[in-house]
């Protein structure tokens, strides 16, 4: 499956941002999707994942209450909605796929093995 990633961009301390990823090239509701991110000089880190039906989520603690991830099978499209956004949230935000047999079940992280190119976000302070 071939992601693309998009919505990035630079917003204030407390601002709001919605990423998006479209998803190509193979049914869409056979993957389980995920947002991970990587800030300069870090090592890429897990943020959110969601089954394939959207039933099931799993959120580092640093971003609950905050981030909010869904998605629309139709529109093979995967949505991170981020509020409250600080400065540490500051990364190059990716989309990720995992294939799963089971609808409602959040695979490893290991398991997402397919990778968007990822898009900016920048909160200043």
């Known amino acids: 499956v071939q992601l693309q990633a998009s919505g990035g961009g630079l917003v204030q301390a407390g601002g709001s941002l919605r990423l998006s990823c479209v998803a190509s090239g193979r049914t869409f509701s056979n993957y389980a999707m995920g947002w991970f991110r990587q800030a300069p000089g870090k090592e890429r880190e897990f943020v959110v994942t969601l089954s394939r039906s959207g039933s099931s989520t799993s959120y580092a603690d640093s971003v609950k209450g905050r981030f909010t991830i869904s998605r629309d099978n139709a529109k093979n499209t995967v949505y991170l909605q981020m509020n409250s956004l600080r400065p540490e949230d500051t990364a190059v935000y990716y989309c990720?796929?995992?294939?799963?047999?089971?609808?409602?079940?959040?695979?490893?992280?290991?398991?997402?093995?397919?990778w968007g190119q990822g898009t900016q976000v920048t909160v200043s302070s």
């Open positions: 990720a796929a995992a294939p799963t047999l089971h609808s409602d079940y959040v695979p490893p992280l290991y398991k997402f093995t397919s």
